[in-house]
Nanobody, 121 residues
């Protein structure tokens, strides 16, 4: 199972970006999917999460500006980022709980490689 994140870039404050993260490989089922971020010198923090049925949750710092969504048919999670601020600058990582196919599959937590978001003031 691999997670591939994309969509990061450089944007001015107040601008928007849309991140995508696609899970691929031998996937039987995906459950909760999440976006984390890590700014330089800081710990990785949970930004948003979404269950398989679409129930979303957000950190207080992004509530009202970022929206998480998913497409179960494509095993893909999105993060629409609006009204971006310089403090949103970080590497954004996707994370998913996935049940792979196989004779004795076990749920695992998989990470994408990260995508850089830089917001200039």
């Amino acid at each position: 199972v691999q997670l591939q994140a994309s969509g990061g870039g450089l944007v001015q404050a107040g601008g928007s970006l849309r991140l995508s993260c696609a899970a691929s490989g031998s996937i039987s089922l995906s459950n909760s999917m999440r976006w984390y971020r890590q700014a330089p010198g800081k710990q990785r923090e949970l930004v948003a999460g979404i269950t398989r049925v679409g129930s979303a949750s957000y950190s207080d710092s992004v509530k009202g500006r970022l929206t998480i969504s998913r497409d179960n048919a494509k095993n893909t999670v999105y993060l629409q980022m609006n009204s971006l601020k310089p403090e949103d600058t970080a590497v954004y990582y996707c994370n998913a709980d996935v049940l792979p196919t196989g004779l004795a599959p076990r749920w695992g937590s998989y990470w994408g490689q990260g995508t850089q978001v830089t917001v200039s003031s």
